[in-house]
């Protein structure tokens, strides 16, 4: 497994325990914040939507699709930078940060694995 592929099985594996964690206990999951339980399905659908997400990760880094790692690359940052946006207009708390954080250094660690790769296929 290459290196770009072992960052984006991470992220998969990082994918699929937050998305477990929030269909499976979504208050568990807010009091790890200090936040209060959930009062509507939502937060449950949305780890749904994260599992499913983290599957294409794993499947792609297990697969070594590369198209699907260089996507990667601009598709973290872009969501990252929405929580960011969120964040500041008050829509969000300011503890998502962390998950903006998280999609940058995914994003960075894989646009710099897939650099070394390309640099060793010269």
């Given amino acids: 497994m290459t ?13 699929l325990a937050l ?25 449950r659908v949305v780890g749904l939507v994260v599992i499913v997400v983290g599957l294409y990760y794993v499947s792609a880094a297990r697969s070594g699709v590369v198209a699907f790692f260089r996507w990667t690359t601009w598709g973290r940052p872009l969501a990252g930078g929405a929580l960011l946006i969120m964040i500041g207009a008050g829509l969000l708390p300011r503890f998502t940060a962390l998950l903006a ?10 646009a710099v694995a897939l650099r070394g790769t390309d640099r060793a296929a010269e």
């Fill in 19 to 43: 998305g477990g964690g929030l269909l499976a206990a979504p208050d568990a999951m807010l009091a790890l914040f200090g936040r209060p339980p959930a009062t509507d399905p939502w937060l």
């Fill in 101 to 110: 954080v998280l999609d940058f250094a995914g994003a960075v660690w894989t």
């Fill in 3 to 15: 290196s770009a592929a072992r960052s984006v099985l991470v992220f998969g594996l990082y994918l």
